[in-house]
């Protein structure tokens, strides 16, 4: 939810790999107004955010996989 883990990873130099699946909304709590709200839904869908270029710009090895077929092999 925020790149302040990123930060600290990148400067304390921890190998770790961070999968990142996204769906350009926060479903628990989106689920969580369906319940309790009637559907009515606030701040819960955005945008797609470029994970991907976020992490790159932080000097992180990163990719954007779209089919998960593409990653055979890694």
Same mark, same amino acid.
């Given at each position: ?19 990142? /699946? ?8 989106? !689920?969580?107004?369906? +319940?309790? =709200? #009637?559907?009515?839904? /606030? ?8 994970? !991907?270029?976020?992490? +790159?710009? =932080? #000097? ?15």
């Amino acid at each position: 939810m925020a790149v302040g883990e990123l930060e600290t990873t990148v400067r304390y130099k921890v190998p770790l790999l961070i999968i990142v /699946f996204a769906n350009a909304s926060y479903g628990w709590i989106k !689920a969580s107004q369906r +319940a309790s =709200y #009637g559907q009515r839904y /606030f701040s819960v869908g955005f945008s797609r955010t470029g994970h !991907a270029r976020i992490a +790159a710009e =932080y #000097g992180v090895k990163s990719w954007k996989v779209e089919d998960p077929e593409a990653l055979r092999g890694y």
